[in-house]
C-alpha cells in the first residue's frame, strides 16, 4: 500500500475499525507508518496515540485487543479501513463500540452474535453463555432441542402470545449458541438461503 503519510502536518492516518465479520464500526485511531508495520508484523491492530506521543497496541492494558483481518487504503490513500476481530469490549466504557449499541440498530442478530462471543470467553461463574460453553457442545446442541420441543407446545396449545414469542426468542438465542459452537456464524447460513432463493 502506498499510503501518504504527507497528507495531514502530523503524519498520521486516520483508521477506520469495522468488525470482521459485521461489518460495524468499531472505532477510530490514527496511524504512521509504523503504527501500520507493527500491525501487520503482529496481527494485532496498533495506534500511534496522539496523547502519549508513542505506538499503542489496542488492548495493551486491557488484554482486548484486535485481531487483523485485513487492511485496505481509500481512493484518496490517506484513509486506511482495518477489518479485524475483537477479543472484548472495544470502547473504554466497556462496551463494544466506540459509537454506542445504536450502531447496530439494524441487525440485532449480529449484535447478538458479537456479544454471544464476547461472554463465552469470560469465566463460567459470571456468565450463562460461558457456563453453557464449558459443558460442550453435545449440551448447546442439547439445549437447542429443548427450546424447539418448549416452543412447538407452546405453539400446539394455542398459549398466549407472549409465552409463545419467548420461547421462540429462547430457540433463536440457543440456536446462535450452537453455531458460534460449530464455528459458523448467522451470515453464512443467511448466505445459503439467498442462494436458494436466487434459483
Not at 468499531?26 to 508513542?54: H, P, Q, Y
Not at 432441542?145 to 426468542?169: T, Y
Amino acid at each position: 500500500m502506498n499510503i501518504d503519510f504527507k497528507k495531514y502536518s502530523d503524519g498520521l492516518v486516520p483508521a477506520i475499525v469495522q468488525d470482521y465479520n459485521t461489518s460495524k464500526v468499531l472505532m477510530l485511531g490514527f496511524m504512521n507508518d509504523e503504527a501500520v508495520k507493527k500491525t501487520e508484523s503482529s496481527g494485532m491492530v496498533t495506534f500511534f496515540s496522539r496523547t502519549k506521543k508513542r505506538l499503542w497496541t489496542k488492548g495493551e492494558e486491557s488484554g482486548n485487543h484486535l485481531m487483523l483481518k485485513q487492511m485496505m487504503l481509500d481512493c484518496d490513500q490517506d484513509t486506511l479501513l482495518i477489518k479485524a476481530q475483537p477479543t472484548g469490549p472495544v470502547c473504554h466504557t466497556g462496551a463494544d463500540t466506540c459509537f454506542t449499541e445504536k450502531n447496530h440498530k439494524d441487525d440485532f442478530l449480529f449484535y447478538l452474535e458479537e456479544i454471544i462471543n464476547l461472554r463465552k470467553q469470560v469465566s463460567p461463574d459470571e456468565s450463562y453463555v460461558a457456563k453453557l460453553f464449558s459443558k460442550g457442545i453435545n449440551k448447546i446442541a442439547q439445549k437447542v432441542g429443548e427450546e424447539a420441543v418448549e416452543l412447538v407446545i407452546e405453539a400446539k396449545d394455542n398459549n398466549n402470545e407472549e409465552l409463545f414469542l419467548n420461547e421462540a426468542a429462547d430457540l433463536l438465542f440457543h440456536y446462535l449458541l450452537l453455531l458460534n459452537a460449530r464455528g459458523a456464524n448467522l451470515q453464512q447460513v443467511i448466505s445459503i438461503l439467498q442462494q436458494r432463493h436466487s434459483k
